[in-house]
Nanobody, 122 residues
Framework: QLQASGGGLVQPGGSLRLSCVAS????????IGWFRQAPGKEREGVSCLSSSGDSTYHVHSVKGRFTISRDNARNTVSLQMNNLKPEDTAIYYC?????????????????WGQGTLVTVSS
């Protein structure tokens, strides 16, 4: 089970830090991804981090602004979001990547947590 938190209302240019806490499985065996879904749009992969934390993926639109990290001792993956833009407004979810799938393969993710809403607006 995964639980995302940390969303809220922030002005353009602001920052937020999202957290995804895992329970019930061997957390450090799995890559974890962050996704988002804006109103009327399909769910989009945002960032992904390998089980060891040494390999990352970010969608082009967030490169240089978002940083993904993990603390395996605390079963937590964080998404630091800086220089937020109105187009970052969405519900953000975290999920676990199954074996033999890549971070860019959304069907490979399961154990979706409930999302956390991020609203970027002045």
């Amino acid at each position: 089970q995964l639980q995302a938190s940390g969303g809220g209302l922030v002005q353009p240019g602001g920052s937020l830090r999202l957290s995804c806490v895992a329970s019930g499985f061997a957390f450090d065996d799995y890559p974890i991804g962050w996704f988002r879904q804006a109103p009327g749009k399909e769910r989009e992969g945002v960032s992904c981090l390998s089980s060891s934390g040494d390999s990352t993926y970010h969608v082009h639109s967030v490169k240089g602004r978002f940083t993904i990290s993990r603390d395996n001792a605390r079963n937590t993956v964080s998404l630091q979001m800086n220089n937020l833009k109105p187009e970052d407004t969405a519900i953000y979810y975290c999920a676990r990547l199954r074996s033999y799938y890549y971070c860019t393969e959304q069907p490979g993710f399961n154990s979706w947590g409930q999302g956390t809403l991020v609203t970027v607006s002045s």
